[in-house]
């Protein structure tokens, strides 16, 4: 029994050296989550509203279609009198959808297509010739939208992008040209002899153009961005057919027009979300 005692009191003594020769457990720090970049790859959908201006320019011809009587005077002007209309600032708003790829760390390439209405129209009075009974002549348009499809091409600071873009523009306008006495070379009609009323007549027509911009975007989210962008439209002169209102003749107008707008927009982003590692 003494025997027993004393071997088992040698282990307990052994074992508590031992211990005191390993020394306390060493201490390890929980793994750390380091945060990759916010990469802009992804598609996104989301609106948009702003301002914008129009520009537009009306160019007699000189031609109309049934121009019997005086043909060189379609709407009573010299042939190549260009008439200016500046629309007013208006509202717009509308829904942008595309999709971007980011490479070589921070650049950022995508592709976009934006539909927008717009509250775009002006007037101006006709500065060469008098209207009915003296009162002027006017030019009006109006745009109803835009439309457009882009490339953009930008550089990207963590959640942060610069971009331009560039592509095909697209616009439904409608053009009113009122109280003018002469329209497609003939006199306005009348209720008696020489007594006439004056002439007024409308057109629409869809503009195909160029569109040219720059941006900024902020990714304020891990799915959704804020945006700020100019967008310059520019359609070319196009001639448009102003019917008159009796005779069987038309004016044929050159119109060219330009729009500028201003917009702030949000997008819900498909991808783009940072990743979260750990080491």
């Not at 003494?2 to 201490?27: M, N």
């Not at 000189?62 to 500046?86: E, K, S």
């Not at 790829?101 to 650049?107: E, G, K, P, R, V």
């Not at 010739?129 to 009006?140: E, I, R, V």
């Amino acid at each position: 029994m003494k025997r027993l005692l004393l071997a088992t009191s040698a282990l307990i003594v052994a074992g508590s050296a031992q211990g005191a020769d390993l020394g306390a457990r060493p201490y390890t720090k929980a793994p750390v989550a380091a945060v990759v970049p916010f990469s802009w790859t992804g598609c996104y959908i989301g609106g948009h509203v702003g301002g914008g201006a129009s520009r537009t320019g009306f160019t007699d011809t000189g031609i109309g279609t049934a121009a019997l009587i005086v043909p060189a005077m379609t709407i009573g002007n010299v042939p190549g009198d260009r008439i200016g209309v500046n629309g007013d600032v208006g509202v717009v708003g509308g829904v942008q959808v595309g999709c971007d790829y980011q490479f070589a760390s921070n650049w950022v390439l995508g592709i976009a297509g934006d539909f927008t209405a717009t509250d775009l129209h002006g007037m101006a009075n006709d500065p060469f010739f008098p209207g009915f009974t003296g009162a002027p002549a006017t030019l009006s348009s109006r745009t109803d939208w835009v439309a457009s499809v882009t490339g953009r091409i930008g550089y990207a600071w963590d959640r942060f992008l610069v971009y331009g873009k560039g592509g095909v523009g697209f616009a439904h306008d409608r053009y009113s040209l009122d109280n003018f006495t002469l329209m497609g070379g003939f006199l306005c009609p009348g209720a008696g002899f020489f007594v006439f009323v004056p002439c007024n007549s409308s057109a629409s027509t869809d503009r195909v153009g160029w569109v040219a911009g720059a941006g900024v975007e902020w990714a304020f989210a891990p799915n959704w961005s804020a945006l700020i962008e100019y967008t310059h439209y520019g359609f070319d002169s196009k001639r448009v057919g102003f019917a008159h209102p009796v005779a069987p003749s038309s004016s044929l107008i050159d119109i060219r027009q330009d729009i500028d707008i201003v917009k702030v927009g949000i997008n819900y982003r498909f991808g783009g979300s940072a990743v979260i590692a750990k080491y």
